[in-house]
């Protein structure tokens, strides 16, 4: 149990250093945070393949994989096809954006930083802690559950940032609150998708690619959204 609860500090250790302490050392404490919790998850005793990270599920887990970043892609695109889902493309965190800071974003901070991290922690270690003492079930809650809530600080400024956002929740203090519940809850129940993602495969891949195709993809296409509208 101690481990669990080490895995858990860790964490959190890591979102008070990337949100108030160090955010510009972001990917470095997300890489080091990761390697810790994969390393304290091996000495608690689970295997590779309990971490969703064994070689035998790695094949299954590409084709999953290669499956939802094409559909990810399609939706995207037919949302920027859309006059009414256009907005939510407007988005000043990727608008506002050089192309080498796009780059960036897209090939290192995202997937070296975000889904790096997010995913060894949310669907590979502590749901694997968890589901070893009380089943998959109570894995999938408490890491859904978790992963709402380490999103509460990024969501604050949620409302400034989008206009889609803006709209529904408002720009006040309300629209904040509004906004910060709406994106716990959204993200809880992507987690709950993306763990049964892996348990289905046995493979931390399918989540990893969803992931990255998410926000990486979101971020290229609202830039360049951005500029084709200008």
């Known amino acids: 149990m101690w481990m669990l609860l080490l895995a858990v500090v860790v964490l959190a250790a890591a979102n008070v250093l990337n949100a108030l302490l160090a955010p510009g050392w972001y990917v470095p404490v997300c890489v080091v945070a990761a390697a810790l919790l994969v390393l304290i998850a091996r000495r608690s005793g689970l295997t590779w393949d309990d971490l969703g990270l064994g070689r035998a ?4 887990g590409l084709r999953w994989g290669l499956v939802l970043a094409g ?20 988005d000043e965190r990727a608008a506002g954006l050089s192309p080498g800071e796009l780059v960036y974003r897209v090939l290192v901070r995202v997937p070296l930083g975000t889904v790096l991290l997010e995913e060894i922690a949310f669907r590979g270690v502590l749901w694997a802690m968890v589901w070893r003492r009380w089943g998959p079930v109570w894995a999938t809650v408490a890491s859904s559950v978790l992963f709402g809530l380490w999103h509460v600080q990024p969501s604050r400024g949620l409302t400034r940032a989008n206009a889609a956002a803006q709209a529904v929740f408002g720009a006040g ?25 892996r348990r289905r495969s046995g493979s931390l891949i399918p989540p990893v690619v969803l992931h990255c195709s998410l926000n ?3 971020y290229a296409l609202a830039w360049a959204a951005s500029r084709w509208w200008a």
């Not at 559909?71 to 407007?90: D, H, I």
């Not at 203090?173 to 998708?193: D, K, M, N, P």
């Open 57 to 60: 599920a790695a094949r299954r």
């Open 71 to 90: 559909a990810v892609l399609v939706v995207y695109l037919v949302g920027l096809a859309l006059p009414f889902t256009q907005e939510a493309f407007q």
């Open 173 to 197: 203090q309300v629209g904040v609150t509004l906004s910060v519940t709406a994106a716990v809850a959204g993200t809880a129940l992507a987690g709950a998708l993306f763990c049964e993602l």
């Open 216 to 218: 990486s993809l979101g």
